[in-house]
């Protein structure tokens, strides 16, 4: 398994972007490859994704250096296990919101004696054969990211308690929900709401993981670099594409 280098920017403390991805094609995947993000989120719980698309996905980012992340459709041990096993190097676990879910996630995402992932050589991580499968089991623990999503506002209230789980590298906030919690649902600019972030970003680097969230727009991605965090996601595949025609059809009209 090569080195993870998503994995070891963010552990020095540097930042990376990225996008998701929901659009089922591994076409896609490779043109939003060729252009200079960090990292590809492949979107398993909301778009149309099965395992087979999946995997050639995660091929297409790779082919341009780009790092495929795995958003996969739930948290079972089974659904983390088959995403893993197609040789993403980094997944990302929804709905997380208490420290047995979160230790559950790694429990199933690490090779013992860290976890107790399941093991098959014969997969695309292992080269697809049981030859130096020492060395590749501690690559794997190694190299391979591992990111909640925490959602709710469960989540963040528990968020300082989940935060120092070993095993975690990546926790990725809805900012929807840090809103909520502080009693003002979709007010992504408010003061209050914006504390509430930084406070959820220290919490985050306290317990030296990296803080994670998404940006609808440039405005946030520049507050959310500011407040700290490591990790911004620039909206998603499906609604760029159709924004940049859409812009294309309103100049053609004015004609």
């Known amino acids: 398994m090569e080195i993870n280098k998503l994995k070891e920017k963010l552990q020095q403390g540097g930042k990376v972007f990225g996008t998701w991805s929901m659009l089922p094609s591994a076409g896609v995947a490779n ?3 060729q252009t200079g993000l960090d990292f590809i989120i492949i979107d ?3 778009g149309p994704l099965s395992f087979e698309t999946m995997e050639n996905m995660v091929r297409a ?3 341009e250096g780009c790092q495929p992340i795995i ?3 739930d948290k079972a041990e089974s659904t983390i296990l088959r995403a893993l096993e197609i040789r993403s190097q980094a997944i990302m676990v929804p709905h997380v ?3 047995d879910e979160a230790k559950a996630v790694v429990m199933a995402s690490r090779y013992a ?3 107790e992932r399941g093991l098959s050589p014969y997969t695309r991580v292992h080269n697809y054969s049981h030859k ?3 060395d590749s089991l501690v690559s794997a623990n190694k190299n391979t990211l591992v990111g ?3 959602e709710g506002e469960q989540g963040i209230n528990n968020l300082e308690k989940i935060a120092k789980v070993e095993g975690i590298d990546l926790i990725y906030l809805g900012i929807y929900d840090i809103s909520q919690s502080v009693g003002l649902p979709g007010e992504l600019n408010h003061e209050k709401v914006i504390d509430m972030q930084k406070r959820c970003v220290q919490i985050i680097q306290d317990s030296g993981k990296a803080a994670g969230s998404f940006a609808r727009d440039y405005d946030y991605i520049k507050l959310l670099y500011e407040n700290g965090f490591q990790f911004i996601a620039y909206l998603v595949d499906c609604a760029i594409l159709k924004e940049g025609y859409e812009q294309a059809v309103t100049f053609f009209n004015q004609l």
């Open 31 to 33: 043109v939003i490859s």
């Open 113 to 115: 004696p860290i976890g």
């Open 61 to 63: 980012a790779e082919s």
């Open 44 to 46: 398993m719980e909301h």
């Open 132 to 134: 130096n499968l020492s």
């Open 71 to 73: 958003r996969i459709c």
């Open 148 to 150: 909640i999503l925490v």
């Open 97 to 99: 919101s208490t420290v």
